[in-house]
């Protein structure tokens, strides 16, 4: 009963090419978030979607594409990418009006680009 | 802009040592304070958070963490560690205003020796 899962865990891929990963909750919430945590651990928050609209867009390249088809579902497809793109990526859930509240996290994507 | 900064990057301890770490953040308004924990290669789960009433709050394994509004700080504690507790844990507000944007520490890497 895994409540924010993500696909792939891993990901190698060659620069210049293009990726998606994948988020899924089932706890009903009606919030989703990605954030990037880098080699030296440090997180930040990327995008939110609240209601499948975006509500957080935060300082990062037009490379980075989020989609999200409902409320349960936050993808990340990645064009061209960098060296600079390998990072650990976390989806994370929660309900937004009438907060505050937690955030549950994913299991993370390893992203390698060589 | 917000920040939030904790002042051990790593810590060593020999179990049974009694654990701080400190966590303080810049940001005038009204705050909701996290602590996150990941234990290797894993995601991270909540350890403990304080939205309002009591500064002391009990979080799970033991953990507490105190906010204090004066010192805007939120440094958590334990009294003895486990072997179990090496992990890296992170400090997180979100304002009350906005949309729950976690804003994280740069993470703490606690190593606990058996």
């Known amino acids: 009963d895994t409540a924010v899962s993500q696909t792939p865990k891993y990901l190698v891929t060659q620069m210049g090419n293009d990726k998606s990963i994948k988020c899924e909750q089932n706890?009903?919430?009606?919030?989703m978030y990605w954030y990037k945590q880098d080699s030296k651990k440090f997180l930040k928050i990327m995008f939110s979607y609240n209601n499948k609209e975006l509500i957080i867009n935060e300082t990062v390249p037009n490379r980075f594409s989020p989609k999200s088809p409902d409320k349960a579902h936050l993808n990340l497809h990645i064009n061209s990418l960098e060296l600079g793109d390998s990072a650990v990526y976390f989806c994370a859930s929660s309900f937004l009006a009438g907060g505050p509240y937690e955030q549950y996290f994913g299991p993370g994507t390893r992203l390698t680009v060589t | 802009a917000q920040s939030v900064s904790q002042h051990n990057h790593h810590v060593i301890l020999s179990e049974a040592a009694s654990l701080e770490l400190g966590c303080n953040y810049s940001y005038g308004g009204t705050v909701n304070l996290f602590w996150y924990v990941q234990y290797p290669g894993q995601h991270l789960q909540l350890l403990l958070k304080y939205f309002s009433g009591d500064p002391l709050v009990k979080g799970i394994k033991g953990f507490e963490a105190e906010f204090i509004k004066s010192k805007f700080s939120f440094n958590l504690r334990k009294p003895s560690v486990q072997w179990s507790d090496t992990a890296e844990y992170f400090c997180a507000v979100t304002m009350n205003t906005g949309f729950q944007k976690l804003v994280f520490g740069t993470g703490t890497r606690l190593l606990v020796s058996p």
């Open positions: 706890l009903g919430h009606d919030t």
